[in-house]
C-alpha cells in the first residue's frame, strides 16, 4: 500500500512539474452553504494523500460581507491553534482538516478560506498548495407576515390608488407573493410591486380589484408563512342597468300586457353601495316621478294605450348614474299569450303524453272485446230474424191471463246435438256454420172449452 501511494504522489509531482498543474489532493462536497440561524454546520474536507508520508500546514479564513478578513484556526499534522475570539464557537481536529461551526449567526456569513500545504518526503517536490473558498450563508426563519393597506378606508374607483406593504418581524432573503381570494394575482397594467414583492401598488383601482387580499413570505429555509385576511373593499357602479317583469309579453324594450291586468316591474344593477332607484313616466313630452325604489307597480286602471316609462338608478358615493327605458303596450294578447305561457311549461307536453296512453289503452281494450264477443255479428243476427218476431210487441207474460190459458205439450224434434248450451261466440256464429244440429221443441195449446160457452150452449 505505502508504495501504491508513493507511485501516485510521484505521478502527480511529475504532472505538476510538467503542467504546473496540481492533481486533487483535497475535495469539498459543497462551495456552498446555505445555514439556519442557530443551527450547526460542518464544512466538510476530504483528503486524497496519506498523511504519513506528508507534512501539512494550513489555516481558514473568515471573510465576512462586508471585507473583512479574519483568521480562525492555524493547524499543522499535529496541532491546531483557535483564534481565541472563536474558542467556543468552532472545533477543529487534526489531522483532519473540517471546520465545524457550532452554532451559526449571522456573523458567521461570508467567504471562509482554506490554505494548504502539503510536502511529501519522498520527491523532489516539497510542497503543494491547495487553495478553496466556501461560501456561507447564515439564513433566519420567516417570521409571521402582517400586511397593511393605504388608504385604510374604501376606495372609489377610477379615482384612487392603493399600497399594500406585507413586512416579517424576522426572515431573510425573504420573498414575498400575493393572493386575492386565495388565488395569486394575474399580471396586470395597474400591479406594480417592490424588488421583493413586499410592496403592491394598485394604480387606479377599479371594480375586479375588490376582495380579500393576503400575502406569503417564505426563504431558502421556511416554508411559505401566509398572512391574515385584508378586504379591500371599492365602490363601483352602477354597471348593467336592467327592467324585467314577469307579466305580459316582453319583445326588446317593449311589454305587452292584456287589459286590467296588474303588473309588476323590477330595476336592477350592479353597483357598491346599491343604488337608489326612481322610476319616471313620459307623457306627452313631460315627465312625471311616479316611485321610487327597485319595484314598481302598474294600476291598470291608470294606464292608456302606451306608457313610456323610464327607470333611473344613481350610487350615490361614486355619483354616477345610468338609465333603462321602455314601452309598455296594452293590448288583448289573446291566443299569442296562451301560446307563449304553454310554451314555457312543461306541463303541456305532458298532458299530451298522458291523453295519448289514455287513448291507446281504450283502443286495445276495444280490441279485446271485438275479438272475444264479435259484437258485429251478434248484432247482425239480431237483424236478421223474421220481421214478425222483431216487430212482435214485448210481453212480459202478465198482460193478460186468459190468454195465457190452456194446455201445454212439449214436442222434441231429435237432432244431433245434444247440449242445447251455446256461448255468445257460438251464438253469432250460428247462422253461418250449416251441419250444426240442436234438439227443437214445439210447444202446442190446447185451449179447452170455457165454462161460459158450456152455459150459453
Avoid at 516539497?126 to 478553496?132: Q, T
Wanted: charged letters at 20%; proline letters at 5%.
Amino acid at each position: 500500500m505505502e508504495a501504491k501511494g508513493g507511485t501516485v504522489l510521484y505521478a502527480c509531482s511529475v504532472v505538476l512539474i510538467l503542467t504546473g498543474v496540481s492533481c486533487n489532493f483535497i475535495h469539498i462536497s459543497s462551495l456552498v452553504h446555505h445555514g439556519v440561524e442557530g443551527e450547526p454546520l460542518l464544512l466538510s474536507v476530504a483528503t486524497h494523500f496519506p498523511l504519513n508520508e506528508t507534512e501539512i500546514q494550513g489555516t481558514w479564513s473568515h471573510t465576512t460581507p462586508s471585507g473583512t478578513r479574519t483568521t480562525l484556526v492555524t493547524f499543522t499534522k499535529d496541532t491546531s491553534i483557535t483564534n481565541m475570539m472563536f474558542r467556543n464557537h468552532l472545533v477543529f481536529s487534526e489531522p483532519n482538516v473540517s471546520l465545524f461551526i457550532q452554532k451559526l449567526n449571522q456573523m458567521d456569513e461570508g467567504d471562509y478560506h482554506l490554505n494548504l500545504n502539503i510536502a511529501f518526503h519522498n520527491t523532489t517536490v516539497h510542497v503543494i498548495k491547495e487553495d478553496r473558498t466556501v461560501r456561507v450563508t447564515v439564513d433566519v426563519p420567516v417570521s409571521h407576515p402582517v400586511v397593511e393597506k393605504s388608504p385604510s378606508y374604501a376606495v372609489i374607483e377610477d379615482e384612487a390608488n392603493v399600497t399594500m406593504t406585507c413586512s416579517v418581524k424576522r426572515g431573510t432573503r425573504v420573498r414575498f407573493k400575493w393572493l386575492r381570494n386565495n388565488v395569486s394575482l394575474a399580471p396586470s397594467d395597474r400591479y406594480h410591486y417592490s424588488q421583493d414583492n413586499s410592496t403592491l401598488v394598485i394604480s387606479p383601482v377599479r371594480k375586479e380589484d375588490k376582495g380579500i387580499y393576503c400575502c406569503v413570505a417564505r426563504n431558502p429555509v421556511s416554508l411559505g408563512q401566509s398572512s391574515r385576511a385584508l378586504e379591500l373593499n371599492v365602490y363601483y357602479g352602477p354597471y348593467n342597468l336592467e327592467v324585467n317583469s314577469i307579466y305580459g309579453l316582453r319583445t326588446g324594450e317593449v311589454f305587452t300586457i292584456n287589459p286590467g291586468e296588474l303588473v309588476f316591474f323590477e330595476c336592477r344593477a350592479d353597483s357598491n353601495p346599491p343604488n337608489s332607484y326612481v322610476w319616471i313616466s313620459k307623457r306627452h313630452n313631460t315627465t312625471e316621478v311616479i316611485t321610487e325604489g327597485p319595484r314598481m307597480e302598474v294600476l291598470f286602471y291608470r294606464l292608456a294605450q302606451t306608457e313610456e316609462y323610464l327607470c333611473r338608478a344613481f350610487n350615490n358615493v361614486t355619483q354616477k348614474q345610468d338609465e333603462a327605458q321602455f314601452t309598455l303596450i296594452v293590448a288583448d294578447l289573446g291566443t299569442e299569450k296562451e301560446k307563449h305561457t304553454q310554451e314555457g311549461h312543461p306541463v303541456s307536453s305532458l298532458a299530451a303524453i298522458a291523453a295519448c296512453s289514455l287513448f291507446v289503452i281504450g283502443f286495445m281494450l276495444l280490441f279485446f272485446l271485438r275479438r272475444t264477443c264479435h259484437p258485429k255479428r251478434v248484432i247482425m243476427s239480431i237483424y236478421n230474424r223474421p220481421f214478425s218476431e222483431q216487430k212482435r210487441p214485448h210481453r212480459s207474460g202478465h198482460e193478460d191471463a186468459t190468454e195465457d190459458f190452456g194446455i201445454y205439450e212439449f214436442v222434441s224434434i231429435p237432432g244431433k246435438m245434444d247440449s242445447a248450451q251455446a256461448s255468445c261466440r257460438s251464438l253469432a256464429r250460428l247462422e253461418s256454420i250449416q251441419d250444426m244440429h240442436t234438439t227443437i221443441y214445439d210447444v202446442i195449446r190446447h185451449v179447452p172449452e170455457t165454462q161460459s160457452h158450456s152455459l150459453l150452449s
